[in-house]
């Protein structure tokens, strides 16, 4: 295991009707004035922007709002949002919704007190020294943002979409109530799975040693929510499922599961050029990528595969023929995916055979021309995950 540092702030209110608390838990984190960040209209045909309204100024928080957060957040609102915080003088910004919302309240915090040009953080030309604080309040079990580290936009002027990572932009507080993710789409209940299995994912698959207790975790957090996502598509209103989701959601990418180990991240990297250039949902990219991506991977580290194969995905073990057990892990987690719905091929995002060598070209390369970790990805591997990936 590596040496590590471990920070996590967040304060988890974790339950029915959370929402209605809002107010008293920010009024105790010192904070009287709040921008609310959210989407496309749901949340106020719900009645959950009044409730979380109502909360906020029954403990005498000063509010103001900022609307239109679309899927696949963009840097417009975003510049937008900074200019609504400063007027306001807003002490913290708070996500109502799904990740969208979540990443553009995180965009917003770090560019308020900065004096140049936020996307200065998402194209690592700086890095951020002061935030607003955050408050998290989603409403789809997905991405973790709620307790991450992470924030992932899209330069709408440039078509390029970056992450940002740091501790400043983990919320504060995240108010989390399972019951709020009951109407939402099926569709999108099934890429929410994908995409917290991603997470997992790649920090799973590692090259660090000694790391059994984290790789532990992670296998009963993927098996979790393999086993819970099929009742949660089922039975749209069963707390339990949606509970167990929402919370390994939040596991999966506040870092409980990436201690003290080399976490890889390259597969993202390749789903997210392709929802820059072609809008495709982030857990459903990632749900056609990463079968692929495993493939591609195999050959590194049998043994590895073989784990994840026998421990996560239930399959006999082949003592003789490790690369054949991981092969068969695979599969099992494509029909997995299969079975809740997901897209299998990039066809489904209107992508085009002669989009995969520009997809290849343009992918996020290191100084080095190459992506991720585990087995760094050169631009040959990255066509040849496309290309299986198109099918």
Not at 308 to 325: E, K, L, R, Y
Request: glycine share 8%; aromatic share 8%.
């Amino acid at each position: 295991m590596n040496p590590f540092v471990f920070y996590s702030p967040t304060r988890y209110v974790f339950g029915p009707e959370a929402e209605t608390n809002t107010g008293s838990h920010a009024r105790e984190l010192g904070i009287s004035s709040v921008l609310i960040v959210y989407g496309q209209g749901s949340v106020v045909r719900s009645g959950l922007l009044d409730r979380v309204k109502a909360s906020l100024s029954g403990s005498g928080i000063a509010v103001r709002e900022l609307s239109g957060i679309v899927p696949n957040p963009l840097s417009t609102p975003v510049y937008e949002g900074i200019a609504i915080a400063r007027e306001m003088k807003a002490e913290a910004v708070l996500g109502l919704g799904g990740a969208s919302a979540m990443d553009t309240a995180k965009a917003i915090a770090v560019g308020v007190p900065y004096g140049g040009d936020f996307w200065d953080f998402y194209s690592a030309k700086a890095a951020p020294e002061k935030a607003l604080k955050l408050i998290a309040v989603p409403t789809l079990s997905a991405a973790g943002s709620e307790g991450s580290n992470s924030s992932v936009i899209t330069n709408d002027q440039l078509t390029l979409k970056r992450g940002l990572r740091s501790a400043l932009i983990r919320p504060q507080l995240a108010m989390m109530n399972p019951a709020l993710t009951f109407t939402v789409p099926q569709d999108q209940k099934a890429y929410g799975a994908a995409d917290i299995l991603s997470h997992v994912f790649e920090r799973y698959f590692t090259n660090t040693r000694d790391v059994a207790l984290t790789d532990a975790l992670g296998e009963a957090l993927m098996r979790q929510v393999m086993r819970s996502a099929p009742i949660m598509l089922l039975h749209p209103e069963d707390y339990a499922s949606h509970a167990d989701i929402m919370w390994a959601g939040t596991l999966a990418h506040n870092d409980t599961v990436g201690v003290g180990r080399e976490q890889d991240w390259g597969c993202h990297a390749l789903t997210n050029a392709i929802s820059a250039r072609f809008g495709a949902p982030h857990g459903a990219a990632l749900a056609v990528l990463f079968p692929s991506w495993l493939e591609e991977q195999l050959p590194h580290d049998p043994a590895r595969f073989a784990q994840f194969a026998v421990n996560v995905m239930g399959v006999p073990n082949d003592f003789q023929d490790q690369a054949a057990t991981g092969l068969a892990g695979i599969r099992r987690l494509r029909a997995f995916f299969d079975s809740l719905g997901l897209p299998d091929s990039l066809k489904a995002f209107g992508i085009k055979e002669s989009d995969l060598i520009p997809l290849s070209d343009q992918a996020p390369y290191n100084a080095a021309g190459k992506i991720g970790f585990f087995r760094p990805l050169a631009r040959e591997n990255v066509l040849s995950i496309y290309r299986r990936a198109f099918k």
